[in-house]
């Protein structure tokens, strides 16, 4: 499916070729390029580029708070890249036309209206963003249950057959059974990390629609 504004974009701009949404850990939940790249590769690289940037104030002991754009700007292909919510990024990537070069000054009218056509669509950037986070917490926690899972497989294991396991075997089952219950753990954080950002999504999503 491609997301709505991202259709705007490239109505409104024909010399847009590319847009990718992604999260700031370089997930991408929405982009025009095809699964002939490496589209988790291409995130990851987004990503580093907005660490990178982070990475110059810190070594400069200059304060960045938020970004709000960034762009990088070559003889044949220009890449913006906006600050949408707290946690997604729009990258947009534009071509030079034959007859008519790509300068800084026309992509910087172009920011206007595009963060105008992303506006429109804000609530429905969080509706996404909140289908997403709510698999990846039924991923957690079906992870969560096979691990418990095994724990009590285990148990059960050492208890059924404890007379005839000698003292090496036991231990080794012991220690399984401590590794699983750390993992468990760190899933549980993770989870409950999840859930937390879950209840953000929507309480933003519910103050959006209070004020249509």
């Known amino acids: 499916m491609v997301f709505k504004n991202i259709q705007r974009i490239k109505n409104a701009l024909p010399e847009v070729i590319h847009v990718a949404m992604f999260y700031d850990n370089g997930t991408i939940f929405q982009t025009t390029f095809e699964q002939t790249i490496n589209i988790p590769k291409l995130g990851e690289n987004l990503a580093e580029l907005l660490n990178h940037v982070r990475r110059i104030y810190e070594v400069?002991?200059?304060?960045?708070?938020?970004?709000?754009?960034?762009?990088?700007?070559?003889?044949?292909?220009?890449?913006?890249?906006?600050?949408?919510?707290?946690?997604?990024?729009?990258?947009?990537f534009f071509r030079k036309e034959e007859d008519q070069e790509l300068k800084l000054q026309s992509i910087k009218r172009y920011i206007t209206r595009i963060e105008e056509l992303i506006d429109m669509d804000k609530s429905e950037l969080k509706l996404q963003e909140l289908i997403i986070k709510e698999e990846e917490l039924k991923y957690l926690q079906t992870l969560l249950k096979h691990k418990e899972q095994e724990i009590q497989d285990l148990e059960k294991e050492l208890e059924e057959n404890k007379i005839d396991l000698n003292q090496q075997e036991i231990d080794k089952i012991s220690q399984n059974i401590e590794v699983i219950e750390g993992e468990c753990a760190k899933l549980k954080e993770q989870i409950e990390f999840k859930e937390n950002e879950i209840a953000r999504i929507q309480e933003e999503i519910e103050k959006e629609r209070k004020k249509e």
């Open 60 to 92: 400069s002991n200059l304060k960045l708070e938020v970004y709000k754009k960034l762009i990088v700007e070559t003889d044949d292909i220009s890449v913006i890249v906006l600050k949408l919510g707290e946690e997604s990024n729009l990258a947009l």
